[in-house]
């Protein structure tokens, strides 16, 4: 799968700013973990809890700081911040081909469509009227972009991806298979019996750099546009709902849902499953554990949590029970504290006799 | 985006009872929020919280209730129900063209298949064996429709859409992208070692009027079929096991969970990514708020939540902590009721020596 | 939509290894439950609570074991285990087609493709170079097949789905509607300001006799693959990080997200809508009730919880308060009982005095 030639440890080093302490004409050909690398792979040591690792690493080279550059038993490579060059390195091994441009025979194309030669179509794509493909785009299999849609340049859509007509798409944007970005965000008036829709008249805006993992929904906005601003991540089955508008550089982990109109700062972190009411505003440098339920704003940066820990099944069910009766226990003890005030002044008044 | 002409506020009164305050002449050309909306643009007045907008909107003319008719700057448009006459309007504006019946020379038909003249079949469209699909439907691109399915007349489903085999859907249906009607229920026997696998053998039957949001999976039923009743409102990335019914006008936020044979009632509303477990009655009314799980059946109408608020990650462990001590800290507060009224009992006696 | 010519009560009751107590020559043509079964259906008793409807039944047969095979109204077909000889037949009930071989003149094959000829391939199908696709496997609708993946003998993935490059998948796996896998797995560098993406270069390998739901997610490894063991069973949506390891057997409910690098034991179950944090061991056996949040590791097998109970809201409203202040709570109900130890012994040296 890997479509790389190998790469001497200078030409890596050299790429990530890095010191190459032994050979550096070995040749690497992969990545791998500090246990299972072996002759021809490079791995890195970025957390101390595993030294031990790094020290019986069969490992070609290892990307390491300073400190730690003895304790590698194969070549160094001495590197500031060895998780980040690592990052780095990735991009050198990675499985996805260069664009291949050209428009699939099998794609289907509407009028007013503009794509630049240099986008790859894929095989069953279908292009609304006049969607904007720019340069170094591809757009997987099966994938559909709605009318008046605008993909930005070297952008990369997986496939079986959908946009509605009138989604804005920045550069550098890499949205995976399953996604949903446009569709009716979920307004309805009450009108006595039955809901009656609201129409969604907004958009969506994706800006440059960000990530939309697998299966993940974002809905176009009410009356004004859903937005996702620069070098967001997103992970899958998220599910962002109408008017939200998530700051830049902000991560957002599986199966978070954020409900509409709430807007969460820049460089926060939401960790996986947790749920986020509407209407909201989210401190800058937010960040929320797993599984939290957010139901107000944030106003000052922290770390948040809600629900309550694991325990064996018998001890929670007796918990739980007791939780029920939380606000009636705390009375009762207010009850015994007043109690034993005056029991206290009364035993005083028995010390003084 | 919006594909209208234009409107006089003639015309938009009239298409919801309402009465103009102002000249009926102006032409709207697009709805806007109070803040944003100007020229050529028409707004509402629904929530009491927003008065010092309508007072400073500069929209063309808002829709507004009796009583504020005067708060309006630009022309008031007064209707019994601001929210809903905005809902209604909507409809005007939106971004969705008119069905343009045929069937798209990418699209695959089988054998037996029926389309309506005045059906829209997208690129990509499979249609299996026997599917029938009645007037005013559209199918977007690359949906796949299983055999025997039956699409009822002025129904919308989008893109990427997949209905499995023996599918039933109602008039006035829109189904999102993504979304997956009929595939198996979680159904398995347990054979000591491994699990063996129950065929589904129903299927799914969606009633007229019904949203399905973008993602959401709604399984066939295991031997009778999964019912979604006329006017359900179903948002996005919601999980529907075999067997589940769900009451007519229920609405049902994004990225919850029912599990198989539960029964929701009508006019009910379940928040965001709630979790039904299976075989439960949940009755008429009932409404469920953000993130609950019930494991109960509800048998009277109301409000119920489960789970605890958000608080700073610290604070957080030191209660999570003590939850799983609370039953033990429930005995000892009864443990020093008991001792206090023994105490009190013996202070009488002091006081009385 | 069922395609059956119908059995007679011995060739079933040979199927399972049961008895004919009644006409064995009478025929099924379908299944159904106790209540709803008549003429020419066959049912199951497996629940002692459904007793009264077993007698009521007017089902042509049921499935019961030994010590029910009076109870039964119609012919009885005696069996040791009721429900999974009813899990057994559904087979011979299902609406699913056999494979019909062929590659559909709309799927586009890329160079490099192995199909045998004992496959089918549907409309719309996109298999990337060297996919390789075994004996009696089916492939639906629009599903996308990344290059270098193998699909082992006699699966079948349903319409939709999306494998991405490099996913090996074993032999009588089910895939459905919506699945994504080998997306990647959500891992970022931070860089002081912005996330660099970690490309990820692992795979994703299923095991034989695997079930895997709809609008599941399951993402490649970063480095090494993630891993679905054979006979795991999955629902819909649930998300699936990288280098997760799920052991043989363990089915997991409905919308429940396991985060990156954890390991699941074997026979294990999750009920729906839990979270399970990354870098975890769960122990063979472990059991986890819905919506259960498992942030430490599970050494013991046994069931596990957490979460607090459905109550009405205003109740809730006031114990959700007493929650945040639980800690402090405690610490009262301590100096409650110390200041009565005190009172305890002073009210002895009143007594001795």
Redesign the interface.
Known sequence: ??NNRGYTLSELAAKVGGRVSGDPARVIH????LQ?AGSGQLSFFANGRYLKQLRESHAEAVLVSDAHETDVQGVAVVVA?P??A???L??L????LAVRPGI?P?A?VAEGVQVSDDAEI???V?LGERVVVEAGVSI???S?I?R?SVIGADTRI???V?L???VRVGRRV?I???A?LG??G??????K?????????G?VVIGD?V?I???T?I?RGA??DTWIER?V?L???I?I?HNVRIGE?T?I???T?I?GSTRIGRHCTV???S?I?GHLEIADGT?I????????S?TRP??????????????????????????E??R??RK??Q??EH??I??QD?DGC
């Open positions: 799968m890997s992969s990545l791998a973990t299972t911040d998780y980040l690592f990052a780095e990735t991009r091994f990675d499985w996805r699939h099998s289907q894929g095989p069953g279908v997987g299999a099966n559909v709605g008046d997986e496939a079986n959908t509605y007509p009138g890499l995976h298979s399953g949903v569709a009716d979920f307004g309805f008036a009450h009108d019996e039955r809901w009656i829709k609201i129409c969604q008249l958009g750099d990530e993992g697998a299966n929904t809905d009356l004004e070098g991540k992970d899958n089955q599910q709902a550089h991560a982990a599986g199966c849902a409900a960790a996986g499953m749920g009411t960040h554990t797993a599984m939290s339920l957010v139901s107000r944030i922290g770390a948040y949590s809600s629900g309550t820990g694991l325990e064996p099944h018998q001890q929670w069910k007796r918990n739980v029970v007791r939780f029920r009766q939380l606000d226990l705390a009762r003890v015994l504290e109690a034993l029991i206290s009364e035993g028995n």
